[in-house]
């Protein structure tokens, strides 16, 4: 399965469609489901191998842990459920039993960030990437569009140890063809500019492209970043991109603390310092909306890139 | 009979004595509740699982969760006695650089099949592994021992229920039920009972034995390898801190190490049978 660039299309369709895929190439591939398998379209793994799929119930601890215990007899462990819960109500288990022995457990939450929109805010998972990165060991992959999703879900079975793939309950325009490659812990230079670094993941990404059109229409040309991987953090493209631009704006789906903008901070605070704008909740939970009004509301919009990029660039005179 | 079970219980005073020791070196760690559970894991051990200490990642291995991890000691212990590590390691139990760590870690000591110590996560981990039995076809048991003070964790009838959806009779669970947590008594702190009447409403076929009588053991163990489409739990009534009389029943000795002296008298009631 491919996806037309321009279409529209939530990554947890792609996530389903592309672990059907993956279960027929790699035997070992088991999935464990918390009874929203319409809603993570992991239904469709179930219906084609039932024998190597597991419904254990709204009980997502029980689910990690059962995982768990399938990796530890050599299993690649898919485990579905939603980003809140899978990074809250089974966070020890992932710590203690998936993380601490480093297995092949990869979680692939749907509705990450603010994509389940109008369901509000015991559904939006906009802490998950700063649980999920602060524990030893973990990957933390978000992916921009449904080609993405395919290519880093199959790298994630391949990858050694645990990995969070982050999807989108909403859909997401298609940016990348499927000839694109992916490799984990790699960003992707989207588009080349020298006076901002926008380094954005998931479904901000399209967001910082229509940011960095807007721009261009006022002679700022701005450099955008895929950081689909936010850990382990692809430090080389950043500063390839801030030796030249000499400042960062992050856009992410989430927390402005310990995800995207906290990795690329801490990074650049020791390896490079420049100023850095980052575009994301800030001490706040959302509510519920409509996706496009949520981001405007909580400043977030392509406007609100923009903004932060023309402030970022401002902020490059007053330092140094 | 009488012989192997006379072996058993000479084999069990042993892995008190090194229970112990260990302890007593270590200055800290948990004895009660590693008492507690000497016979169940001498038997599981040396009656029971299909294990190999020279090959402690055999594929087709019987599997232990210790799901009430922090009592490592007495299953440290019994590994050292298998063969997979040296009895002199026993001495390096929660020391830094060492491979017993205060809780299994499943990666640094071998013989460990998981890690453990965050209470309440055994049961599940088992389901997993006895899940993949069943797909790979093979015929490896999963056995768990679960504290009593852990059945408090909601997630333990989480997997019971899942337990029971999924008919895992290659599963066996232990209850080591000696009625103290640490704060103190299951009445106390969480009243379990009915506990038999609990397992039975989840579904699993409940078996309740004296834990310190291996015949009743591994009667029971037989009992649970025979039955099919159901899983099995056994209510196994202990004392905790048995074997040495100033820990039996006492809720300190919980997550306490004796001194050199008690130490010495301790040993003493072991080997003598006080």
Same mark, same amino acid.
């Given at each position: 399965m491919?996806?037309k660039?321009g279409?529209?299309i939530?990554?947890r369709?792609a996530?389903?469609?592309a672990l059907c895929?993956l279960?027929?190439?790699?035997?070992?591939v088991?999935?464990?489901?918390?009874?929203?398998s319409k809603?993570?379209?992991?239904?469709?793994f179930?219906?084609?191998?039932?024998?190597r799929?597991f419904n254990?119930?709204v009980a997502?601890?029980?689910?990690?842990?059962i995982?768990?215990?399938?990796a530890?007899?050599?299993k690649?462990s898919?485990?579905?459920?939603?980003?809140?819960?899978a990074?809250? $109500?089974?966070c020890?288990q992932?710590?203690t039993?998936?993380a601490?022995?480093h297995l092949?457990?990869?979680i692939c939450?749907?509705?990450?960030g603010?994509t389940?929109?109008?369901d509000g805010?015991?559904?939006?998972g906009?802490?998950?990437l700063g649980?999920?990165?602060t524990?030893p060991?973990?990957?933390?992959?978000?992916?921009?569009d449904a080609?993405a999703?395919k290519?880093?879900l199959?790298a994630a079975?391949?990858?050694?140890g645990p990995?969070?793939?982050?999807?989108t $309950?909403?859909?997401v325009?298609i940016i990348?063809?499927?000839k694109t490659?992916?490799t984990?812990?790699?960003?992707?230079l989207?588009r080349e500019?020298?006076?901002?670094t926008?380094?954005?993941l998931?479904?901000?990404v399209?967001?910082?492209l229509?940011?960095?059109?807007l721009l261009?229409t006022e002679e700022?040309?701005?450099e955008?970043?895929?950081?689909h991987?936010?850990k382990p953090?692809?430090g080389?493209?950043?500063?390839n991109s801030?030796k030249k631009?000499?400042?960062?704006?992050t856009?992410?789906d989430?927390?402005?603390e310990c995800g995207?903008g906290?990795?690329v901070?801490?990074?650049l605070?020791?390896?490079?310092p420049v100023?850095?704008?980052?575009?994301?909740?800030?001490?706040?939970?959302?509510?519920?909306g409509e996706?496009?009004?949520?981001?405007?509301k909580?400043?977030?919009s392509?406007?609100h890139?923009t903004?932060g990029?023309?402030?970022s660039?401002k902020?490059?005179g007053?330092?140094? | 009979?009488?012989?192997?079970?006379?072996?058993l219980?000479?084999t069990?005073?042993?892995?008190?004595?090194?229970?112990l /020791?260990?302890?007593c070196a270590?200055c800290?760690?948990?004895?009660?509740?590693a008492l507690?559970?000497?016979e169940?894991i001498?038997?599981?051990?040396?009656?029971e699982m299909?294990?190999d200490?020279?090959?402690?990642?055999?594929?087709?291995?019987?599997r232990?969760i210790?799901?009430?991890?922090?009592?490592?000691?007495?299953l440290y212990?019994v590994l050292?006695m298998k063969?997979?590590?040296?009895l002199?390691e026993?001495?390096t139990l929660?020391?830094i650089?060492?491979?017993l760590q205060?809780?299994p870690?499943?990666?640094k000591?071998p013989?460990?099949d998981?890690t453990?110590g965050?209470l309440?996560?055994?049961?599940s981990?088992?389901i997993?592994m006895a899940?993949?039995a069943?797909?790979?076809?093979?015929s490896? $048991?999963t056995?768990?021992?679960l504290?009593?003070?852990?059945?408090?964790?909601?997630?333990?009838?989480?997997?019971a229920?899942?337990?029971? /959806?999924f /008919?895992?009779d290659?599963?066996?669970?232990?209850v080591d039920?000696?009625?103290?947590?640490?704060?103190?008594t299951?009445?106390?702190?969480m009243p379990?009972e009915p506990l038999?009447?609990?397992?039975k409403a989840f579904?699993w076929n409940?078996?309740t034995i004296?834990?310190?009588?291996?015949?009743q053991?591994?009667?029971a163990f037989?009992k649970?390898g025979?039955?099919?489409?159901?899983?099995?739990?056994i209510i196994a009534?202990?004392v905790?801190g048995k074997?040495?009389?100033?820990m039996?029943?006492k809720?300190d000795?919980?997550? /306490?190490?004796?001194n050199?002296?008690?130490?010495e008298t301790?040993?003493?009631?072991i080997?003598?049978?006080?």
């Open positions: 491919t996806y660039t279409d529209w939530p990554t369709d996530y389903g469609e895929e279960g027929e190439k790699n035997k070992k088991v999935v464990f489901e918390a009874d929203i809603s993570t379209r992991t239904n469709l179930g219906k084609k191998f039932p024998e799929y254990v119930g997502e601890q029980n689910e990690m842990a995982a768990a215990g399938a530890m007899c050599g690649i898919f485990v579905s459920t939603y980003a809140v819960f990074s809250m $109500r089974a020890e992932v710590r039993f998936v601490y022995p092949n457990v990869k939450p749907s509705h990450g603010i389940p929109a109008n805010v015991t559904h939006q906009t802490e998950d649980i999920m990165r524990i060991g973990m990957t933390v992959l978000m992916p921009a080609n999703t290519k880093l199959f079975a391949e990858w050694d990995v969070y793939l982050r999807l $309950r909403d859909s325009p990348y063809d499927e490659d992916f984990i812990g790699k960003g992707i989207l500019g020298k006076d901002v926008i380094i954005a998931g479904d901000m399209s967001k910082a229509d940011a960095a059109n261009s700022i040309s701005a955008v970043i895929d950081m991987t936010i953090l692809d080389d493209i950043i500063l801030v631009t000499r400042t960062v704006v856009v992410e989430h927390q402005v995207l906290g990795a901070s801490e990074f605070g020791e390896n490079y100023p850095v704008r980052r575009i994301g909740f800030r001490n706040t939970f959302a509510e519920s996706y496009e009004l949520l981001l405007e909580y400043g977030m392509v406007k890139i903004a990029c023309l402030n660039i902020m490059k007053k330092i140094r | 009979m009488e012989k192997d079970i006379q072996f219980k000479d069990a005073k042993e892995l008190r004595k090194n229970i /020791k260990m302890v270590a800290s760690g948990h004895p009660g509740g507690s559970a000497a169940i001498t038997a599981l051990y040396y009656g299909h294990v200490p020279k090959n402690p990642q055999d594929p087709d291995r019987d232990f210790l799901s009430k991890g922090h009592t490592c000691p007495v212990s050292a063969g997979y590590f040296p002199e026993l001495q929660r020391k650089n060492g491979r205060g809780h870690d499943m990666n000591t013989g460990v998981s453990a965050s309440g996560n055994g049961l981990i088992g997993g899940l993949m069943k797909l790979d076809k093979k490896y $048991r056995y768990v021992l504290g009593c003070g852990e059945l408090n964790e909601g997630l333990i009838w989480e997997a229920m899942a337990a029971a /959806k /008919k895992i290659n599963l066996l669970a232990i039920y000696n009625r103290l947590q640490l704060d103190g299951n009445d106390e702190v379990l038999a009447d609990k397992w579904n409940v078996i004296d834990g310190h009588d291996f015949n053991i591994l009667g037989r649970a025979e039955t099919v489409n159901q899983p099995t739990v009534n202990t905790k074997g040495v009389s100033f039996e029943n809720v000795w919980h997550g /306490k190490a004796p050199k002296e008690q130490l301790a040993l003493r009631e080997e003598n049978d006080i």
